[in-house]
């Protein structure tokens, strides 16, 4: 095997601003394998949660660190490639498991949906989302999407600095704006209990399908969850909160669906694990991304047909992706008919 790392620029169309902050452009790294002829591609970047943050820097030294121990390895034989892996933070694991498995699919030929079973026809419509704005700005960014695609599931981006009353008035400004489109509602740890407690009831009564992260991510925050059982019929998505499978199973018995995301799992192996345990438990899964450029999110959606509520739509808000993605029907996402991960250069 030959490796190639090198850092690539995604810059944002529309800058995204979240109870954390806003993100308008960011460095991403491109891991490519090169192995009989053939060439896996790969992704990763950094990213804060609040709780846990990685540094590209520190993400580039830990990859560069570890890649010569691949040489003289088979990339077929991924079972026993995880010890070395499981040495690496997700987001660093997740640009070489990626790389790998675009690599095994390319060598048997075809799309790794199919070599996993997955039916390509039981894909949802893809999320869009809004940040955090004033209402006029909002609805602005509402109509920008409706120019790329229907938007019928919106996401919408709460936890306002300005407080809850901010929260409701950018909710009240969209409803009428909808035109019939699903609403979600991302709060990204950004309420304390007493906030959650009042929102919840209110959003549900607006007719909000979801609630993601509703409070901040913490050892131990399946408690948090548990007590905002049963304040409304709506479901509460678990995103910061889970990581892995212990997550998974922790949080399971508290909550309705979790977000996987390929930075946090550390890429494909571990995210397919999550999903076969979460339907398994009765879970739903949300399928999201960061900063991601098509080839990230190429790769996500490769599990798409097991997922309820994809939320896939950075790359639809990038200047300069330098990646073909997953097809897009509509704002219908579907994985590559070509194999591996079915991602290819501009």
């Known amino acids: 095997m030959r490796f190639q790392l090198r850092r690539f620029p995604l810059t944002k169309r529309v800058p995204l601003s979240i109870s954390r902050g806003t993100t308008a452009a960011v460095e991403h790294l491109l891991l490519e394998i090169q192995h009989n002829g053939l060439v896996g591609r790969g992704e990763t970047g950094g990213f804060d949660t609040g709780q846990r943050a990685y540094g590209l820097g520190d993400l580039e030294a830990e990859l560069r660190a570890l890649l010569p121990q691949l040489e003289g390895q088979d990339p077929s034989c991924l079972m026993a490639l995880e010890p070395l892996l499981a040495q690496l933070s997700a987001p660093a694991r997740c640009a070489i498991d990626l790389a790998l498995h675009d690599l095994w699919g390319q060598q048997l030929g075809q799309p790794l949906w199919r070599l996993w079973g997955l039916d390509r026809q039981a894909c949802r419509p893809t999320s869009v989302t809004l940040g955090l704005a004033a209402p006029a700005q909002v609805l602005e960014r509402l109509q920008l999407w409706r120019q790329l695609l229907p938007a019928s599931r919106v996401k919408l981006k709460l936890g306002s600095p300005q407080g809850l009353q901010q929260d409701q008035a950018l909710v009240e400004a969209l409803l009428p704006a909808l035109a019939g489109a699903e609403l979600q509602v991302d709060a990204n740890g950004g309420w304390d209990l007493a906030g959650a407690r009042q929102m919840i009831p209110w959003l549900a009564e607006r007719g909000v399908v979801l609630v993601e992260q509703p409070l901040p991510a913490r050892p131990g925050d399946e408690e948090d969850f548990a007590a905002l059982q049963g304040l409304a019929p709506i479901a509460l998505v678990a995103d910061e909160s889970c990581w892995n499978l212990e997550d998974l199973l922790r949080l399971a018995p508290h909550v309705q669906g979790v977000n996987l995301k390929l930075l946090k799992t550390g890429g494909l192996a571990e995210a397919l694990l999550l999903a076969r345990n979460a339907r398994r438990l009765g879970l739903k899964l949300m399928l999201g991304c960061y900063s991601d ?8 959606a490769q599990l798409l047909p097991l997922v309820e509520w994809p939320d896939l739509d950075s790359h639809l808000n990038l200047l300069d992706d330098p990646f073909e993605g997953p097809q897009r ?12 991960l079915g991602v290819q250069p501009c």
């Open 329 to 340: 029907v509509g704002d219908l996402l579907l994985p590559s008919e070509r194999p591996g």
């Open 293 to 300: 450029s098509s080839l990230l999110n190429g790769a996500a």
